[in-house]
């Protein structure tokens, strides 16, 4: 497990060089996400994430998409980023092309800037392939940012093809450049 560590923050250190990498981390699972800003005018965004299951009957997960991000028309909160998301997703017998929401928002007057995200995607039968009849998957985060460029966080995630692939809270930390 120490090596396996290792790897992921020696991985995710070589993806922070560009705009964003995290490693989340449970007593069975570590997950590195990492998104870069193709186009900055309009804040799109290529993502992918490797979670790597410990689980003797589970898979490791892939996934890879773009997401973008910006205020809902006629509503301008300074501290919410709302979000569309597109991804590919894929284990060894199942994979799917979700759609999916987002929301990212700091919480004001804080000392310290304090956040919260989700985001929420769902791949009905006609966008799951394989095995697979259905995806969805579910993120919820809250953390602090104790330096302008770093972030700690813990969260819930729920990632289910067609039964449940992975329930589980993490604790992570992140790097913004």
Do not use: C, W
Request: proline share 3%; charged share 20%; glycine share 8%.
């Amino acid at each position: 497990m120490k090596k396996l560590i290792l790897g992921a923050m020696i991985a995710s250190s070589m993806l922070m060089a560009e705009n964003f990498a995290n490693v989340k981390i449970t007593n069975d699972t570590i997950e590195v996400n990492a998104q870069y800003k193709v186009d900055p005018q309009n804040n799109i965004f290529a993502r992918g994430t490797f979670l790597y299951n410990d689980n003797d009957n589970r898979y490791n997960f892939y996934s890879v998409g773009v997401k973008g991000e910006g205020n809902l028309i006629g509503i301008d909160l300074d501290n919410v980023k709302f979000s569309l998301i597109m991804d590919f997703v894929h284990t060894k017998n199942n994979s799917a092309l979700p759609i999916g929401i987002g929301v990212n928002s700091f919480i004001p007057n804080m000392q310290i800037p304090t956040f919260v995200r989700g985001e929420y995607e769902f791949a009905p039968k006609v966008l799951s392939f394989d095995d697979a009849d259905r995806f969805s998957r579910l993120y919820i985060e809250g953390g602090v940012q104790p330096i302008e460029n770093a972030e700690i966080f813990a969260g819930y995630r729920n990632i289910s093809f067609n039964s449940n692939y992975d329930s589980s809270f993490y604790i992570g930390a992140g790097f913004n450049f």
